[in-house]
């Protein structure tokens, strides 16, 4: 197939990044390749603008990406929203709800390109530091009342499953939830996913007559991979994306985006 006719989109952690959060050289030099010959590749991630800057500027993406778990469609060249949804104004009292039944809970509230933290905690502080984010720890209420694009409990994996079943019991009006990690549960504007905003960024790019390719690790990308018209899952993807997939490659540590754009060039 003619890259000129595709477009891949792949998620971050677990999926283009390896296990120490690096994207490899031969992964670097096949992306360029690939862009080179007409091809387009971008990101789509549950990271916000702050988290996901670094990556998309190691990979000089050349179109916007998705970003906050599909909540919108940014472009890092231009420094500009092209594309964003928000969570419903009852998210405010949802964080409250939570806070007071969870006390020990961690939340990240992110707002455009600021990530508001109205509580902390282990997992929360371990996530700020390995992303190196600089964050705003305020009350619920300094947080401003439009904006929010998702957010995010923090919660030790083994006590997840008991936050999880309380969010949607009394927070599921007017939001979306996903898992998109162990220790991570997240908010999401209703009908909101990665896929919907890789939709959205065929929409906005004027690209939705070309060949979609979605990668990924989670189960919130499965939706993703499930309607890409080639779903890719890594080896070590939840079962739930490999389900979704219609192929399965090596893990996130043996260059999977070269392994893709190959497998890509074959058909």
């Not at 890259?3 to 490899?24: A, C, Q, R």
């Not at 984010?133 to 209420?141: G, I, K, L």
């Not at 960024?201 to 018209?229: C, H, S």
Request: hydrophobic content about 40%; glycine content about 6%.
């Amino acid at each position: 197939m003619k890259f000129e006719n595709v477009i891949i989109m792949s998620d971050l952690d677990g999926t283009l990044l390896d296990d120490k959060k690096n994207i490899s050289e031969t992964d670097l030099h096949s992306i360029e390749q690939f862009c080179n010959e007409g091809g387009m590749f971008t990101i789509a991630t549950g990271r916000g603008y702050s988290m996901a800057k670094p990556v998309a500027q190691k990979l000089g993406l050349r179109i916007p990406a998705v970003i906050f778990n599909g909540s919108a469609v940014y472009d890092f060249r231009q420094e500009k929203f092209l594309w964003q949804s928000e969570v419903t104004q009852r998210a405010r009292d949802y964080v409250r709800l939570v806070m007071e039944r969870f006390p020990d809970v961690g939340i990240e509230v992110l707002h455009k390109h600021t990530v508001y933290v109205p509580a902390l905690n282990d997992v929360e502080r371990a996530h700020m530091a390995l992303e190196n984010v600089q964050a705003d720890t305020c009350r619920v209420s300094d947080i401003p009342g439009e904006g929010w694009l998702k957010v995010l409990f923090a919660y030790p994996e083994e006590k997840m499953p008991e936050l999880a079943a309380f969010i949607d019991e009394h927070c599921s009006e007017g939001t979306n939830r996903v898992l998109s990690a162990p220790v991570f549960y997240e908010l999401l504007p209703t009908g909101v996913s990665k896929a919907y905003g890789y939709k959205q960024l065929l929409r906005v790019i004027g690209e939705e007559k070309r060949f979609t390719v979605a990668a990924g690790d989670y189960p919130n990308d499965a939706e993703m991979v499930r309607q890409a018209n080639l779903g890719v899952a890594v080896s070590n993807a939840h079962d739930e994306v490999k389900a979704a997939a219609d192929i399965i490659i090596g893990s996130n540590n043996e260059n999977p985006m070269t392994q893709i754009i190959e497998k890509i060039a074959a058909m």
